[in-house]
T-cell receptor, first 117, second 115 residues
Framework: AQKITQTQPGMFVQEKEAVTLDCTYDTSDQSYGLFWYKQPSSGEMIFLIYQGSYDEQNATEGRYSLNFQKARKSANLVISASQLGDSAMYFCAMRGEFSGGYNKLIFGAGTRLAVHP | DSGVTQTPKHLITATGQRVTLRCSPRSGDLSVYWYQQSLDQGLQFLIQYYNGEERAKGNILERFSAQQFPDLHSELNLSSLELGDSALYFC??????????????FGPGTRLTVT
């Protein structure tokens, strides 16, 4: 079975500093996808970044980058130059097993990030 | 704005009742997914439809059912509601069904409160 683990229930960072949110995953699939979503207090889920298991380069999207270490099965999110608006819950997710529906997402428990001025 | 719409935004109902949640995917997206977010279970996949056909089922209770219509909008029906069904229900959509990419874009959610 596939599993996503986010070991940091809460993190805080000073404005303008960088922060890393940890995510480890477990899968026996060779092909899979990893995602990060942001959920502000308003509740919506905002897609941030995607990394495919065969992508050789780490994904980047603006201030977000994904530190993908395949051998360690980790997919950490790095947010550079934190802003107050980055305060939110962050979820790491993995695309599910093919036999169970390749595109379903399995989510971690989330990390609540607080950005301090 | 993800382009995925969900109605209603909030729903308060009593135990034993039945409700219908509605979702319209982004223009051009053929896949619709339903997720439930609760405090004790976290975010869980319920069911996926692709172009009108059921593709995958997750932890969806037998009291719950869904369908995707020819215009690609989807409805999630929850019946014989229990207090534990109180949760935020998300709909997401993506272009395809399997393969690379196909990021899922989430709607704003429907917050269901069962009293």
């Amino acid at each position: 079975a596939q599993k996503i683990t986010q070991t940091q229930p809460g993190m805080f960072v000073q404005e303008k500093e960088a922060v890393t949110l940890d995510c480890t995953y477990d899968t026996s699939d060779q092909s899979y996808g990893l995602f990060w979503y942001k959920q502000p207090s308003s509740g919506e889920m905002i897609f941030l970044i995607y990394q495919g298991s065969y992508d050789e380069q780490n994904a980047t999207e603006g201030r977000y980058s994904l530190n993908f270490q395949k051998a360690r099965k980790s997919a950490n999110l790095v947010i550079s130059a934190s802003q107050l608006g980055d305060s939110a819950m962050y979820f790491c997710a993995m695309r599910g097993e093919f036999s169970g529906g390749y595109n379903k997402l399995i989510f971690g428990a989330g990390t609540r990030l607080a950005v301090h001025p | 704005d993800s382009g995925v719409t969900q109605t209603p935004k909030h729903l308060i109902t009593a135990t034993g009742q039945r409700v219908t949640l509605r979702c319209s995917p982004r223009s051009g997206d053929l896949s619709v997914y339903w997720y439930q977010q609760s405090l004790d279970q976290g975010l869980q996949f319920l069911i996926q439809y692709y172009n009108g056909e059921e593709r995958a089922k997750g932890n969806i209770l037998e009291r719950f059912s869904a369908q995707q219509f020819p215009d690609l909008h989807s409805e999630l029906n929850l019946s014989s509601l229990e207090l534990g069904d109180s949760a935020l229900y998300f709909c997401a959509s993506s272009v395809g069904d399997s393969g690379g990419g196909y990021e899922q874009y989430f709607g704003p959610g429907t917050r269901l409160t069962v009293t």
